[in-house]
């Protein structure tokens, strides 16, 4: 590493906060007009830092809306996706890497196209199908819908995993008298349970940020899950800019929460495909 | 060594079932449902052939969705490529700081679109907003700018998208950039190559094929983007202009519940993607990608 002149240092900090200044800046906004009273987030010249920081935007969001519910029908919705996904991906994904048999690697390839199927293409006879079935206006629809979505990039992901986990480990396992499933237990799941939190991870935050499908499959309002339960939130009247900050800011706390964790397998690199969007 | 046979397939079943009734059956029955005229919310439906694709070809609205839809995914795609790709340069350099940053600089990537869009259209507010205070207080404008009107709509939008997207751009290409050789570089040094040649020669040959596959799936992604757009525009006086072509689908099935007309301008934005995806596949696919 060549070192470098005070202005290639200046010129880099400059670059830096630039990048950060458009990137986060809109995100800290947010955040502080959250905890401004009414007074202050109208007041022109706005002024950056809160005086007088109030939680009574969070509590006018908690006592006025269905905030809560929807907070908890997110929760729910996502956490059964991710649970699903993973009884899936895991297995599947095992399959395609340890077993040689026919049709594995077209297997692999239309996993691949999925990625053409848009939901806006899907959700349309999606719908239909589920209403046939009377599973429209339910979190059973949801988390069929989400499950799909995520199952793609699981197994490429998980696959991609299993590859770098060596062979030779459960072949020892299994020459010391254990099953292949004790071994798979015992040996392989644990090495490959960072790949496996952040596929979770990563179905987690495509099903929490999801609105198309919950728009369309979900009427009542008690089911409706964070992001189109805020959409009509804005929609229906006069807009209460701090509450609606207040609720922005409570939904993205556990995205931030599961992402700091998965953060660094991301910047190093595998499956960088990752969340669909 | 791998084990031959059945248990293999048999570990994937479940998987690959779900797959085919939730998605592959959804797409196919999509295309069956364009062949009829179809009510949205009633089962009756009659066979109609290739009518719904023959109206949609004298349809203006549709030719200006597609219009639309290109304005927007090409320029977002451009914006997100060449932001993205000097952001992953710039934070593949060593300094103070950096994990943190890189961190910060992901998140309008993983929060959700809903949120992305309340915090511009209040950045972006014509009373109140940041941006508007900004701008006419350094003189670039005289009058707030209404950035939700006819006007304006497009540039919003795009500037919305790009900042939720390029995170995606920055983190394959860093992915990328950590593991192209350092000996590459000190070998272009001892050349006599500067900086611009060192990322003309070194890095940009590197990464052509991360690049391939971001260009392939961003535009899939914005081609088909919905909810930004959906999001965005509603509200603001200016929905009329900005129809995409998967927000003319969404609308032709939901507020004019045509179910099949929908399904047959969804059928026709697929098949535009995978004719465009295969010609840009052998275009520019070169040897050991993918």
């Known amino acids: 590493m060549t070192r470098r002149t005070g202005w290639q240092r200046l010129g880099l900090g400059l670059a830096v906060t630039v990048l950060l200044a458009f990137a986060a800046f809109p995100l800290l906004w947010m955040g502080l007009t959250a905890l ?30 269905h905030f809560v519910t929807y907070f908890k029908n997110s929760l729910i919705v996502s956490t059964a996706a991710v649970v699903l996904t993973l009884l899936l991906a895991v297995p599947g994904a095992y399959g395609l890497t340890r077993y040689r048999f026919w049709g594995r690697e077209t297997i692999a390839a239309t996993v ?166 | 060594m791998q084990t031959r046979g059945l248990p293999g397939l048999l570990l994937v079943l479940p998987a690959l079932l779900l797959l085919v009734t939730l998605t592959l059956y959804p797409v196919g029955y999509g295309f069956w449902l364009s062949l009829h005229a179809k009510h949205s919310l009633f089962p009756q439906q009659t066979f109609v052939g290739l009518d719904n694709y023959l109206y949609l070809v004298n349809d203006p609205e549709f030719w200006e969705s597609l219009r639309i839809g290109l304005i927007y995914s090409v320029s977002t795609i451009a914006l997100q490529l060449v932001l993205g790709v000097a952001a992953a340069l710039l934070l593949n350099e060593s300094f103070f700081g950096r994990n943190i940053v890189r961190g910060l600089v992901l998140f309008p990537y993983m929060i959700p679109t809903v949120v992305a869009v309340i915090l511009w259209k209040w950045m972006l507010n014509n009373q109140f907003g940041l941006i508007n205070f900004g701008l006419v207080s350094l003189g670039i404008s005289n009058e707030p700018i209404n950035w939700f009107g006819r006007s304006y ?100 099935t939901f507020n004019y519940y045509e179910a099949g007309m929908g399904a047959a301008v969804a059928i026709v934005m697929f098949l535009m993607l995978v004719v465009a995806a295969t010609t840009y596949f052998f275009l520019f696919r070169q040897e050991d990608q993918l």
């Open chain 2, 153 to 252: 709509i497009m540039i919003s939008l795009i500037l919305v998208s790009v900042w939720q997207f390029f995170p995606f751009v920055l983190l394959a290409v860093l992915a990328r950039l950590q593991s192209i050789p350092t000996e590459l570089y000190d070998a272009a040094r001892v050349d006599g190559a500067g900086p611009v040649n060192r990322f003309l020669f070194v890095t940009l040959p590197q990464l052509a094929s991360v690049l391939f596959i971001i260009i392939l799936l961003r535009s899939i992604w914005m081609f088909t983007k919905f909810d930004t757009v959906w999001l965005m525009t509603q509200g603001g006086g200016a929905e009329r202009y900005i129809r995409t072509m998967p927000v003319y689908a969404y609308l032709r």
């Open chain 1, 112 to 277: 691949l196209f999925t990625y053409m199927f848009a939901p806006i293409m899907i959700i349309i006879p999606f719908y239909i199908v589920m209403r046939t079935l009377g599973l429209a206006n339910t979190h059973i629809a949801l988390v069929l819908a989400y499950c799909a979505f995520s199952l793609p990039f699981a197994l490429w992901m998980l696959r991609t995993f299993f590859q770098s986990i060596p062979i030779d480990l459960e072949e020892a396992a299994m020459t010391d008298g254990a099953s292949r499933f004790r071994a798979v237990i015992h040996v392989v799941i644990p090495m490959a349970l960072p790949g496996i939190i952040a596929t979770g991870i990563l179905t987690f935050i495509l099903a929490w940020n999801d609105y198309i499908f919950a728009r369309i499959l979900i009427s009542s309002d008690n089911l409706k899950t964070l992001p189109v339960g805020i959409a009509d939130l804005y929609n229906a009247s006069v807009i209460d800019w701090g509450m609606i900050m207040a609720s922005g800011l409570l939904v993205i706390i556990p995205v931030v929460i599961v992402f700091s964790y998965v953060q660094k397998f991301l910047v190093a690199g595998w499956g960088s495909g990752g969340v669909k969007g």
């Open chain 1, 36 to 65: 401004k009273p009414p007074s202050e987030i109208f007041a022109w010249p706005p002024r950056l830092l809160p005086e007088a920081p109030t939680l009574s935007n969070i509590g006018r969001l908690f006592a006025q809306t």
